[in-house]
């Protein structure tokens, strides 16, 4: 068991490593919903590779970050409405978790599917964007 635990530290000091990098390409708000002055934490995209990737980590405020992670306990609602934008983010991951919560939102969002009706994903992204679901 104490090489487990090793392992799992040694990874999350990894995750940990890119704190710096991610609040500075984030600009320090959540890379979700664009919030300022809120408690932010490292966000994994699943699935997760073995081996942390920046590209793959956001910088999610505690409401994005537990929403995103807990399917059973998603809640749609208009505090989502801003993943109509980002969406169309320069940052792939972004875009990914993005287009995951609004296909989350359409069966009581109707503007969820007016979103994602308007996007034209590309292969590779669309990969993406379901290789956990």
């Given at each position: 068991m104490a090489k487990g635990r090793e392992e799992h530290d040694a990874r999350t000091a990894r995750l940990q490593s890119f704190g710096k990098d991610l609040a500075r390409r984030a600009k320090s708000?959540?890379?979700?919903?664009?919030?300022?002055?809120?408690k932010l934490g490292i966000?994994?995209?699943?699935?997760?590779?073995?081996?942390?990737d920046f590209e793959r980590c956001l910088l999610l405020c505690d409401?994005?970050?537990?929403?995103?992670?807990?399917?059973?306990?998603?809640?749609?609602?208009?505090?989502?409405r801003i993943l109509a934008e980002m969406a169309?983010?320069?940052?792939?991951?972004v875009q990914v978790l993005a287009v995951r919560l609004l296909r989350?939102?359409?069966?009581?969002?109707?503007w969820a599917r007016e979103?994602?009706?308007?996007?034209?994903?590309?292969?590779a992204l669309e990969k993406l964007v379901t290789e956990s679901v």
């Open positions: 708000k959540c890379e979700l919903c664009e919030k300022g002055g809120e966000y994994e995209v699943p699935p997760e590779p073995r081996e942390p409401r994005c970050r537990g929403q995103a992670a807990e399917v059973k306990r998603f809640q749609p609602g208009e505090h989502w169309w983010s320069g940052i792939p991951m989350r939102q359409t069966g009581s969002q109707a979103a994602l009706e308007t996007l034209d994903l590309d292969e």
